[in-house]
């Protein structure tokens, strides 16, 4: 089903973009019969709903696959408007959520958890995005498992959830980054590079980056990533403390198109291939074996449940114990469960 721009925005200049609050994306459908089935099911709902015209400010990552936030307006009212803003990075987000510049935006359990750790946010959380998309790579026939990193030196980007996770599988299997594993600081976008030249035997990034290696033969993918007490947790979608105290309406019907959206890529949590390939190869550009690769190590979601909150708490506790906060913050004011049963 092809997936178009329908604002004035083209899809090279939104692929061009950088941050910057106030440019809007908004893909539609032409409507199949899984997704019209769905927007019917959307359209009932909202035929409770007030007729007057609504906005909603949201935003992703250019090019990321954690772009669910895209296929709102598909499944949304129809006086509902979407607007997407491209963003680079997750303080971006925080700040535009916190200074009412945002409405609903994807974030980790990382710089939350710091900003939370210190009263900083007032955000909370209303349903998850995505899932996967960190990728720990190894030199194919020299590093295929956490513990052949003995020794050998590792990519490391800067402070984030890919550090706790190295740090915790390092510590599972007796390492110690800085002693038994030289860690070669680098940016994300220098990981597969340096990994061909060799001056790396390893790296912890994102994708699509770390299945470029693996695609490449270069690298290959160390499954343990997922071992940690963070699990495959990505992004949650969190609701700007505005929208949650103002229009809790606004709320329960972004959380249904999250849910509808996330169903489309990823239905009962398998990835629709047909739709992924729309997204990734048409829309952002992926080669395709990149893209053919890369869905073994993401996907859409919108549930959030204990199991989700205790992975919150779970990367917490890592950042206690690694350094990067000195007390937990109160996990259940980050929580709005009255909106996590779509």
Known sequence: MPVRPQSALSRRGFLGL???????????????????????????????????????????????????PLYWQ?????????????????????????????????LGPYSTIIAASDKKITSRIVGMTARNGVGLIGAKGSVESVG????????????????????ELLTKNGLVLGKDVQGVPLAYADHVAALERGDIDAYIGTEPLCTQSV??????????????RVGNFNTA?????????????????????????????????????????????TQFGYQEPVYEAVLENVGAEWRFDDVRAGQVEGAGAMLLEQGGITVEPDYESLFAREYWDA
């Not at 695609?215 to 940690?228: H, M, Y």
């Open 18 to 68: 950088g941050a910057g609050i106030g440019a809007a994306v908004l893909l539609g459908g032409c409507g199949d019969d899984d997704t019209a089935t769905a927007t019917a099911a959307a359209s009932a709902g909202a035929s409770a709903a007030s007729s007057e015209p609504v906005v909603v400010r949201t935003c992703v990552y250019a090019k990321n696959h954690a772009s669910a």
């Open 74 to 106: 598909q499944f949304a009212p129809p006086n509902y408007t979407i607007e997407v803003t491209p963003v680079t990075g997750a303080t971006q987000i925080q700040d535009a959520l916190e200074g009412g510049q945002l409405d609903f935006g994807l």
């Open 148 to 167: 052949d990193l003995r020794g050998k030196k590792i990519g490391v980007p800067p402070p984030g959830i890919q550090v706790l996770i190295l740090n």
């Open 215 to 228: 695609v490449s033969g270069k690298g290959v993918r160390l499954t343990e990533v997922a071992d940690t």
């Open 237 to 281: 979608n969190w609701a700007s403390s505005k929208i949650l105290a103002e229009r809790p309406d606004v709320v329960r019907e972004v959380v249904k198109m999250q849910k509808a959206a996330a169903e489309f890529l990823s239905p009962g949590g398998t990835n629709d291939r047909a739709h992924w390939k729309e997204l990734l190869v």
